[in-house]
Structure formats: C-alpha cells, structure tokens
C-alpha cells in the first residue's frame, strides 16, 4: 500500500483488495486529511515554501502556450511563482478557506472554486495543467479524464513536490526527531522517487492519450527560523488531524531539536531543499474533431514571450 508524505493511505488503494469495511474506514481518512487544511489558511499561506523557478520552467517547457491552470491551488504558493513568470495562469482550488487567502494575496490572478474531479474551465483551454503538493489528493480514475478535457493537444500535466533534502545530515535528523506525521516518506527525496514511480496518471480519456512520465528534481531553499519551521511542519495533514496533547508533544520536541543545532540554533537559516517534478505529456493527435487552440509559435518560459513561428 502507498503512503502520502504526511503518513496516509493514498486513497486509489482503498479499493484494491479490501473489504468493504476497511474501505470505508481508510477512506474517511483519507477525506480527513485532505478537508484538513483550510482550518490552518493563514498559517499555510504564511509558512508554506513557493517552488524553484527553475523547476516551474522544467515543467513547463513542452506547453505549446502560455495559459496555465494551476490545479489544486491552495493558497497560491505554485500560482504566485507562474504569475512571476508571466504566464496566463487561473487558479482552482476546492476549499473555500484556502481559496480566499489566495485571492487575498493575488487579487490579480483568476480565482475558481472546483476541484480536480470536476474542473470549472472549457474543453481544451489550457495549454499546461500544473499541481503544488496537491496531486497525490486527486482521484486519477475520475480527475485524469477531467485533466485531459481541458487540455489543449500537445499540452502537459506536471506535479511538483517540495521536499526536504535529507541528504544533509541535520534535516535526515529533523526528520527523525518529527517522525512520519511532519516529515513523511514523500517529504524526502528517496521517498518522493519511490511514490511517484507509482503514481496514476492519466493514460486516456476523452480520446486523448498521454506520453511517458519525465522526472526531475530541481535545488531549492527557504529561509526560516526553528520557531517558522516548526510553524510550517504544524501545516501537514498528519499534524492537522493529530490530537492537541500529541501534536504538541511533536512539536515541542522538534523545536528543542532545532535549537540544539548550530545550523539552526541561532536566527535564521537557509533550509536546504529539492523541488521535484514529474511532468506527462498529452498527445497531440490530428483529427477535425480535435478543437483546442492552434498554436504556432513556442512559448520561451524563461523570457515571458510568445515567437511566432515560422
């Protein structure tokens, strides 16, 4: 059975081979989980990491234009890097909480509420559909047609994955001193590798078919404090739906980890990470009844510009 980063049950497991009651109890997990972070909003917009740009312009470098959807939105962490690159980018995102801290911080961006499984945008309207930390929430069986529908052909599904660089030995440690409700088995390069390797993504729907996953993994950092790193661990799913006493317990014995540190002990550090990106392209296949933008030009990610082709 697959595990999420923050210590859960991948929720396509549900049904493969188990009985209906264990389904039903792994499930409610799973939907606890996942309902768990528009009660913590503010604090995800305020500690969560945005996404190397390196690694955004990576996903993006197959898209045969320049609209975007970024699906799963949050609280416009992924969103707020696209709109730096000068991308025409619309955010979705399901919870209303989360949802509004994003129009909050990007009034400019255009904002839906909808999910993977049911996207609120035309047949064939985007030319790269992207996800922050959020793809590992999608039900593939109902949101890989969905995905494929308002893709334009040609266009490219990517996720991207923030993860701590546990290579170097103080963060393998924070990670023990957390345990698996802070700092899951995705959290962590090895881990990220091994999860998405298994991953479901979308192969057909609406006629469309999808190319062979690509991956790659791009350096990244944040600055912190051991008190905002603590505050951003607090933000995983597994830490949400923990009981106070417990998640308390957690938290302290992380905070008395980090203070104990020379590299983090004494004001503001640089917290070494990767942004991993598993990308998928959707295959252009000429018919008449394919009716998504014609686009004959490149889109250059790294200038912010359209060349018309030739």
């Known amino acids: 059975m697959r595990r999420t980063g923050d210590g859960t049950e991948h929720h396509q497991d549900f049904a493969r081979g188990r009985g209906p009651t264990e389904q039903k109890l792994q499930k409610d997990e799973w939907l606890l989980h996942s309902s768990s972070f528009g009660a913590a909003a503010g604090a995800y917009a305020e500690h969560r990491p945005d996404y ?3 690694a955004v312009r990576w996903a ?16 416009g962490k992924l969103t707020g890097t696209l709109a730096a690159l000068g991308v025409d980018v619309v955010a979705v995102e399901p919870d209303p909480a989360m949802l509004a801290e994003l129009r909050r911080g990007l009034p400019d961006v255009r904002a839906l509420q909808g999910s993977a499984e049911a996207i609120p945008l035309p047949d064939a309207s985007v030319h790269a559909v992207l996800s922050g930390n959020a793809m590992h929430w999608f039900d593939m069986d109902v949101a890989g047609p969905e995905i494929a529908r308002v893709l334009a052909p040609g266009g490219v599904l990517a996720g991207l994955w923030n993860v701590f660089d546990d290579r170097v030995d103080w963060v393998a440690a924070l990670a023990r001193v ?20 298994g991953m479901d993504l979308p192969r057909t729907g609406g006629g469309a078919r999808f190319d062979s996953p690509e991956r790659a993994e791009f350096p990244h950092g944040q600055r ?14 597994g830490m949400l739906v923990m009981p106070e006493q417990e998640r308390e317990a ?61």
Request: glycine content about 14%; hydrophobic content about 35%.
């Open 178 to 197: 957390s345990g698996s409700a802070a700092i899951g088995p995705r959290d962590v390069p090895a881990g990220w590798r091994a999860a998405t390797a």
């Open 60 to 75: 993006l470098e197959p898209a045969p234009g320049p609209r975007v959807l970024d699906l799963g939105a949050g609280t």
């Open 250 to 310: 957690v938290l302290g014995r992380t905070r008395a980890y980090l203070a104990s540190r020379p590299e983090t002990g004494a004001g503001e550090f640089t917290l070494p990470m990767l942004t991993g990106v598993l990308r998928v392209g959707r295959r252009r296949i000429h018919r008449p009844s394919d009716n998504g933008p014609t686009c004959n030009g490149t889109w250059d990610v790294g200038r912010g510009t359209w060349d018309v082709g030739r």
């Open 52 to 54: 190397a740009q390196a």
């Open 224 to 237: 912190r404090t051991a008190d905002s790193l603590v505050a951003t661990l607090g933000t995983k799913a």
